[in-house]
């Protein structure tokens, strides 16, 4: 289980005992939506304008992209492509 908090730390719980797995901490609070998980990779935005893309086993960063504002709603990936809105008033298609 994924969860995002104010404190801009996305935690990933285990759903047997609700243990942590591990975490990772971005630059702004992560309030909104909730990730998207597609095959080994989860993808949140944060308010500190970044779209991230993360190791699903061990939370590791893949690759972050700027869109140039908050991000304040959830990504969706399809046909090889994550699809984020910011505060930039853009919908930003990043190749996943």
């Known amino acids: 289980m994924y969860c995002g908090s ?3 730390v996305l935690y990933a ?3 047997w005992d609700g243990g942590l797995k591990w975490n990772y901490t971005t ?3 992560i309030d909104i939506g909730q990730p998207f998980v597609k ?3 989860i993808y949140i935005g944060s ?3 970044f779209l991230y893309a993360l190791n699903k086993a061990d939370g590791g ?3 972050k992209y700027a869109t140039g ?3 304040q709603n959830s990504p969706v990936a399809g046909g090889g492509v994550v699809y984020i809105g910011s505060d930039d ?3 930003h298609a990043v190749n996943a």
């Open 69 to 71: 504002a908050a991000i």
């Open 13 to 15: 719980l285990q759903t």
């Open 39 to 41: 095959e080994d990779t």
């Open 6 to 8: 104010n404190d801009g």
């Open 27 to 29: 630059g702004g609070s």
């Open 47 to 49: 308010m500190d304008g």
């Open 61 to 63: 960063l893949k690759w």
């Open 89 to 91: 008033h853009y919908l």
